[in-house]
């Protein structure tokens, strides 16, 4: 066997090693991955509609919370300026308020998070807990006071009179909705991760097993008249 035809025979089995590979890769892709991902999504989307949770919209189509757009607006801004998250406005659609896309899902935790921020509590202060000081205001006298919740469960400190009393205003109900909201946030961003990540597999399959089909018929280039005069020992020109 001569060299050339020696190379051409490598370029072959590697090849065929390149197609199997491919087409085991892009199999694993598409007929295992992908409909696991699918089957997740399907779930979630049963469970979105059995609970029944919508967004609601105006006359014109537009976002409101409370019946104001002013209210759903300021619920925006502290999803997208204050957490930073990257809204996709085509998922907040007036036809479809069901909240089953990571979009809706996220307004509605801000939703639940923006009402008890700005929420109020009536924090009683007895004769023991006066004077104190507190965001700015000196409280001399024992009474209740109407004071704004204005911060995060975990960032209150207990063992302040003050801010003991403000951290009840996230309520377990509170706590166990917005975790609930999170968990379908998570769960609805890994199916489509998922999703992406099989669909990628699947597609580098492909590729594998067309270079090994490439591979393959550029090892059949140099089979034709010229091999044969080689072979059986004609004359060059």
Do not use: C
């Amino acid at each position: 066997m001569t060299a050339s035809a020696n190379m051409m025979m490598r370029l072959r089995i590697m090849g065929v090693v390149l197609v199997t590979a491919g087409l085991v890769v892009a199999a694993a892709g598409f007929f295992y991955g992908m409909p696991q991902a699918n089957n997740g999504l399907a779930s979630a989307q049963d469970m979105y509609e059995a609970q029944g949770v919508t967004l609601s919209y105006n006359d014109d189509g537009q976002l409101v919370d409370r019946g104001t757009t002013d209210g759903a607006a300021s619920i925006m801004s502290l999803l997208e300026n204050d957490w930073k998250y990257p809204v996709n406005h085509n998922n907040l659609d007036p036809n479809d308020p069901l909240v089953n896309t990571r979009d809706e899902l996220m307004f509605q935790y801000a939703t639940i998070t923006y009402h008890v921020l700005h929420g109020t509590v009536a924090v009683e202060l007895t004769a023991a807990d006066v004077p104190i000081t507190y965001r700015g205001v000196t409280y001399d006298e024992a009474g209740t006071y109407d004071i704004a919740v204005g911060d995060y469960y975990a960032n209150f400190d207990r063992t302040n009179v003050i801010e003991a009393q403000l951290r009840g205003a996230w309520t377990p109900q509170a706590l166990a909705l917005t975790g609930a909201l999170a968990g379908g946030h998570a769960n609805q961003a890994a199916g489509e991760l998922a999703q992406a990540t099989t669909l990628g597999i699947g597609a580098i399959g492909l590729l594998f097993a067309i270079s090994g089909g490439g591979l393959m018929w550029a090892s059949f280039a140099n089979d034709g008249p010229i091999s044969s005069k080689r072979r059986t020992g004609m004359p060059h020109t």
